[in-house]
């Protein structure tokens, strides 16, 4: 993992030079990906902005002793904690206030969730504004590219993002070779938006080697696009995944594909609508002059 380190270091080196800005800020959550993404920005050198942001339920502590950890191995990492859960109280309340004469559907539990993804990553653009600094993302390959498992708006908005190109497994490696806590690595991956503590295998239904298994054979299986149904499309690959698929693979493709199908609204830029304007239209373009 030493060459993925020093490409990612190289990586996050050039983007600091070529944005004139100073340094990066990162949301860490206790999670092995902010931790990776976390510990790759403070060996670059340059400023690096850590920031705990709980609200309901609390911060894992792992975030906390992650932070600890940079303090006392970096002299460029500085820690910001901001309890964002007035806010985001005061703010869904205002929410079901207004819209409670019309519907309850402000109340549904994904609204709360994703408001407190939005709420974070408004913190931590304000932090950026100020100190000059890059929000950099801490997804990797199988959430943002694969099942699309983030919030529109929220832990999905970054200006870069150092390991979108690497798998839940890679991200595990990295983290041992970077001296990651162990507890870190072998906590079982959560967003920690949820009250009941879910996990990522609980909302997904499906555990990340299983989807990046998923991703892998779901590339083979849409090529075979004269069959619109998923399950003739398995089917008809099976050859080429040389081998028969058990039940359970067939229905963790189902979820992967379920799931890349509804969310590719948020891992493409939003459509366009290409307006054409004919020679006697009245909106007229100026010509340029250089």
């Not at 092995?32 to 993404?37: E, G, P, T």
């Not at 901001?82 to 609204?111: G, W």
């Amino acid at each position: 993992m030493k060459l993925v380190a020093d490409q990612l270091d190289i990586w996050l080196k050039s983007h600091i030079q070529s944005s004139g800005l100073k340094g990066f800020v990162v949301g860490v959550s206790g999670g092995i990906d902010s931790a990776v993404v976390s510990t790759l920005c403070a060996r670059t050198g340059y400023p690096t902005i850590t920031v705990a942001l709980p609200i309901y339920p609390n911060l894992s502590e792992r975030g906390i002793t992650h932070i600890s950890w940079l303090l006392t191995s970096y002299t460029n990492v500085f820690k910001r904690y901001i309890d964002l859960t007035y806010v985001y109280d005061q703010f869904l309340n205002y929410l079901q206030d207004t819209e409670h004469k019309f519907s309850n559907a402000i109340k549904a539990p994904l609204v709360g969730a994703n408001l407190q993804s939005r709420l974070r990553m408004c913190a931590l653009y304000a932090y950026a504004n100020a100190h000059s600094s890059l929000v950099v993302g801490t997804g990797n390959k199988v959430e943002d590219f694969g099942i699309g498992f983030f919030t529109k708006g929220g832990d999905g908005m970054v200006d870069i993002s150092p390991i979108g190109d690497l798998l839940k497994s890679e991200v595990r490696k990295l983290a041992e070779y970077l001296g990651i806590n162990p507890e870190i690595i072998n906590a079982a991956p959560t967003d920690g938006l949820w009250e009941d503590g879910r996990t990522d295998e609980d909302q997904i239904g499906a555990s990340y080697d299983e989807l990046e298994w998923a991703m892998a054979a779901h590339s083979i299986i849409m090529d075979y696009d004269e069959f619109p149904d998923l399950a003739d499309r398995i089917k008809s690959a099976e050859t080429s995944l040389r081998a028969k698929l058990s039940e359970r693979q067939k229905e963790v493709l189902e979820i992967y594909h379920k799931r890349h199908t509804a969310n590719r609204h948020k891992m493409a830029m939003p459509p366009i609508c290409p307006i054409q304007f004919s020679p006697d239209c009245e909106v007229m373009h100026e010509e340029l002059e250089f």
